[in-house]
């Protein structure tokens, strides 16, 4: 994860000018890391939602702005592509290694339901629950994946233990003490033995080449997001504090890894130039909707007019396109195990990185 990430040189011809319709050839070689992590190998991932997303993605290249629900699905195919040479993609908890074993797996604050929908189909014999505040703009469902509309911070009122609790892309939605709330009752409901499993991004938009200047819209976004979420009292720098809440509310066998997301498709390697490609159109559709709410409440030296934050937005969206800034942010994933009721509780506080 701290090495450097190697740059793709063939991607600067002479002459080269910045216009959406550049990102186009890359985007049409998104589908390879992921047919051959997901389907050669044989997995149930449908193709035809892949397929989907991959168009999803596709939209945003040539319709910049807002793309109404495609951000989080680019991110869960940036997940998936980083993953993509995984027999599993979707989790790293160990859990599910006996496909025939039925699982009881819940998805908080699953959104669109992408994820929980992916479990579901590679896990026919599982029941996947997926909860979120408001109701999923899907029209179809795996038998065996269920949304409900409710709200995580109340009394749980499931009936079953789950084997696997999962929540993708929350930051910003809590503040510290329902955090640790919300990590208490998904102990309370996990089955002895039961994983949880978390997967974040950080706001800091960096580069390992010093290509970033220190004025750009995009070397500000971290230091701004993070100042709004404070002033806001829900931090949008979670990554750096799950591990250690999650422990707090006694799960054990803490593992982390820790991901660098390209921003544009100018890594060498292959599967980072196509994460860096589809991660750059969520951001493109994303972030006005990300930064509005709380720029326009928080922001310094006073909250800001909408039309300042348009005005930063197309700065940041011109130098998103800017091949010369080789920009990326990391995101982390951390899973932790439930102990059974006989286990000794762990000497050691540390956590495993992988
Ligand atoms: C940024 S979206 C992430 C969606 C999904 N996990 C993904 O990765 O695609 C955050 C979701 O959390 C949901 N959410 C926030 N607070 C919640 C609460 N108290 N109970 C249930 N869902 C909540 C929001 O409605 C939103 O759909």
């Avoid at 890359?26 to 939602?49: A, C, H, V």
């Avoid at 979420?229 to 803490?254: P, Q, Y």
């Avoid at 006005?288 to 005005?311: A, N, R, Y």
Wanted: charged share 25%.
């Amino acid at each position: 994860m701290t090495d450097p990430i190697a740059v793709d040189p063939d991607l600067y011809a002479p002459g080269w000018t910045a216009s959406p319709d550049d990102w186009q050839s890359e985007t049409t070689s998104i589908g390879s890391s992921l047919y051959r992590g997901l389907l050669d190998n044989g997995r149930r991932i449908p193709s035809d939602e892949l397929q989907f997303e991959t168009y999803e993605a596709g939209y945003a290249v040539n319709h910049p702005g807002p793309v109404p629900d495609s951000a989080n699905s680019c991110r869960h195919l940036v997940d998936l592509i980083l993953e993509s040479d995984r027999e599993n993609p979707l989790f790293r908890s160990p859990v599910g290694a006996d496909r025939e074993r039925a699982l009881q797996v819940l998805d908080i604050g699953t959104g669109q339901g992408t994820w929980a929908i992916d479990v579901a189909d590679m896990f026919p014999n599982s029941t996947v629950r997926g909860v979120d505040l408001f109701p999923p703009p899907v029209t179809w469902m795996p038998p065996n994946c269920v949304i409900e509309v409710d709200n995580v911070l109340e009394d749980w009122t499931w009936r079953e233990q789950f084997d696997l609790i999962h929540m993708r892309n929350m930051l910003g939605s809590f503040d510290p003490s329902e955090w640790d709330r919300l990590y208490q009752q998904c102990f309370d409901k996990m089955a002895p033995g039961g994983w949880i499993e978390q997967l974040e991004v950080g706001p800091f938009v960096k580069s390992d080449d010093g290509s970033i200047p220190p004025d750009s819209a995009m070397a500000q976004w971290g230091p701004m997001m993070q100042a709004c979420g404070e002033k806001a009292g829900r931090s949008c720098d979670i990554i750096l504090t799950m591990s250690d809440s999650i422990r707090k509310a006694g799960f054990v066998e803490v593992r982390e890894k820790t991901y660098k997301w390209p921003l544009g498709p100018w890594p060498k390697n292959q599967k980072l130039k196509e994460a860096g490609t589809v991660n750059v159109q969520h951001w493109m559709s994303g972030m006005e909707g990300w930064c509005m709410w709380l720029l326009t409440k928080f922001g310094e030296p006073e909250p800001w007019t909408k039309e300042q934050v348009h005005v930063y937005c197309a700065k940041l969206r011109s130098e998103l396109k800017n091949p010369y800034y080789h920009a990326y942010h990391t995101s982390r994933r951390v899973w932790a195990r439930k102990p059974m009721p006989d286990e000794t509780p762990p000497r050691s506080f540390k956590s495993s990185s992988q």
